[in-house]
């Protein structure tokens, strides 16, 4: 077998017949091929009609459906990004409980001590001075933004309402007038914003539980009234507040 091989090469690697003729040596050209049924025909025999039909649908078709045209959009449709994530309530340090003195970082009242009454809904902190010590009104304020001390205010007798939530914070929206030339030249201008006089009262009733329980522990109210400064050398991570 292996001698009729080499008769049929010239060298290795180089047949003696060309291709045609060795095609034709083969014979298979005259062998008769049934052809069998398209693997698309089974696959149709096998599916009902109606999920056929669907399957027919094409891109085209449901380009027509979608837009009304036989053409595809020029742009593609904004998708709504989808995210997993869920929201969760704020968590609230150990270190900060009702009556615990907090140092803000920052804000316009920043390096003033308050005192933190409780979490609102939103995860916020709602703090107070109270105004009649440091000036500081009932604000709320991001735990991100304070730093807890030991120093505590025995805030048990004093009842928060609970009105102060977080649409109590909320900025009231005003009309803006038509007359913004006039008030470009100082024709009726407006009068300087005051504070309601139902937030002014709750804060003088706040106040007033507040320099209560503070006046029992001595130089505690001079305590609230410092403000908080570091000087050189010193490192707010290793003290201890």
């Known amino acids: 077998m292996a001698r009729a091989d080499?008769?049929?090469?010239?060298?290795?690697?180089?047949?003696?017949?060309?291709?045609?003729?060795?095609f034709k040596n083969r014979g298979t050209y005259k062998?008769?091929?049934?052809?069998?049924?398209?693997?698309?025909?089974?696959?149709?025999?096998?599916?009902?009609?109606?999920?056929?039909?669907?399957a027919k649908k094409t891109d085209l078709e449901s380009a027509i459906l979608h837009n009304g045209s036989k053409f595809y959009p020029a742009d593609s449709e904004p998708k709504p990004k989808q995210t997993r994530k869920t929201v969760r309530p704020t968590k609230l340090r150990k270190s900060i409980?009702?009556?615990?003195?907090?140092?803000?970082?920052?804000?316009?009242?920043?390096?003033?001590?308050v005192v933190f009454l409780k979490q609102l809904a939103s995860g916020l902190l709602l703090v107070t001075g109270p105004y009649a010590v440091n000036g500081i009104p009932v604000r709320r304020v991001n735990q991100a933004y304070v730093i807890?001390?030991?120093?505590?205010?025995?805030?048990?007798?004093?009842?928060?309402?609970?009105?102060?939530?977080?649409?109590?914070?909320?900025?009231?929206?005003e009309e803006k007038s038509k007359d913004a030339e006039q008030k470009f030249f100082g024709e009726g201008a407006e009068a300087k914003?005051?504070?309601?006089?139902?937030?002014?009262?709750?804060?003088k009733e706040l106040d007033a539980q507040l320099v209560k329980a503070i006046s029992a522990v001595p130089m505690l109210k001079s305590y609230l009234k410092a403000s908080f400064s570091l000087t050189k050398g010193q490192a707010p991570h290793l003290m201890k507040f």
């Open 6 to 22: 080499v008769k049929r090469q010239i060298v290795p690697g180089v047949s003696r017949a060309s291709r045609s003729r060795a």
């Open 31 to 54: 062998v008769k091929r049934v052809a069998g049924p398209r693997r698309e025909e089974k696959v149709a025999a096998k599916t009902s009609k109606p999920a056929a039909q669907k």
């Open 97 to 113: 409980t009702p009556g615990t003195v907090l140092v803000l970082l920052a804000g316009r009242f920043r390096g003033k001590k």
């Open 148 to 173: 807890a001390t030991s120093t505590k205010v025995d805030v048990s007798s004093v009842k928060v309402s609970e009105k102060f939530n977080d649409q109590y914070f909320a900025r009231e929206t």
């Open 193 to 203: 914003k005051t504070l309601p006089a139902h937030k002014a009262a709750d804060q």
